[in-house]
């Protein structure tokens, strides 16, 4: 079945208001921060359109350079945590009855429904030493003394993976759902065990798909903001927190636009490879 080239201007009238939103909404206020990104700062806070490039060469700095390795740092850790929890997360779920599927599927929107803000303050009691889960350990007899848990980079890891991993679930199980059940049985027939069949068998049929839940999940922590200020400290700062502070506290939004232009380019490079992967699982 061939598709017809457009005949008329008619013709393009389905793709004309998403074209509109998209050049309103992303394509304007992205030029304008690439111009500003460019700009000069003045003092008091002002600034004057030029053509600099002083802004991009801080990037060089021994801080900046830190914050952003530290960034993506953590957005890789946890996307691997992630999916190394949702894979046999998601394949059990897979593999249960239907009800059980639809209370855990529920249980995952509801995670989704709250607020970044509810998540970190949430996170924060349960890490505190008044409140928290020390308490019970100590009740348990495992610990002396309760003691807080954040601010640190755990207490940042933990309630980033809690955030993200219910989008990784929810990405991952149309893909394992439609897995054929004989594949595993076939390979248990063979004398391989219940694990060395996951791993020879669901793990590489769901390559490409791991692929782009680990580019999502990436791109999703990349641009977190509120939690690491929450149970963190300012060295678990990532860069969307660093373009805040550039941009509302410091005054310096040339540089913060600059920052910010490199963020959404990362995110654009990766988003373009999540397609890629897309398309060679789809021609596999």
């Known amino acids: 079945m061939r598709r017809e080239k457009p005949q008329s201007l008619l013709d393009y009238a389905p793709i004309a208001f998403p074209a509109i939103m998209l050049t309103v909404f992303f394509v304007i206020p992205f030029a304008t921060m690439i111009a500003v990104s460019f700009f000069q700062r003045e003092q008091a806070g002002f600034y004057t359109p030029a053509f600099q490039f002083a802004n991009y060469e801080r990037f060089i700095s021994l ?101 993200a991993f219910p989008y990784t679930v929810l990405v991952l199980y149309p893909a394992i759902v439609r897995l054929d059940p004989t594949l595993t049985e076939a390979a248990r027939t063979l004398g391989a065990s219940p694990l060395k069949a996951f791993f020879t068998v669901v793990v590489p049929a ?23 200020q929450l149970l963190g400290r300012p060295q678990h700062w990532t860069l969307s927190v660093l373009i805040t502070d550039q941009a509302i506290y410091q005054s310096n939004m040339p540089f913060a636009a600059a920052m910010a232009v490199f963020l959404v380019l990362v995110t654009l490079g990766l988003v373009a490879l999540t397609v890629i992967a897309g398309r060679k699982g789809e021609a596999a």
């Open 63 to 163: 801080f900046f350079a830190n914050v952003l390795g530290f960034s993506l740092m953590l957005a890789i850790t946890v996307a691997i945590c992630c999916v190394l929890l949702a894979v046999p997360f998601t394949y059990l779920l897979a593999r249960m009855s239907r009800k059980a599927q639809i209370v855990w599927l529920v249980a995952l929107l509801s995670v989704l429904s709250l607020s970044e803000v509810i998540i970190g303050f949430a996170w924060s009691t349960l890490l505190s030493r008044t409140a928290g889960i020390t308490n019970l350990l100590v009740a348990a007899g495992i610990m002396a003394e309760a003691k807080a848990l954040l601010p640190s980079f755990g207490a940042v890891l933990t309630g980033m993976v809690y955030q």
């Open 206 to 228: 769901l390559r490409n798909t791991l692929t782009a839940t680990l580019i999502m999940v990436f791109i999703f922590a990349l641009g977190s903001y509120l939690l690491p």
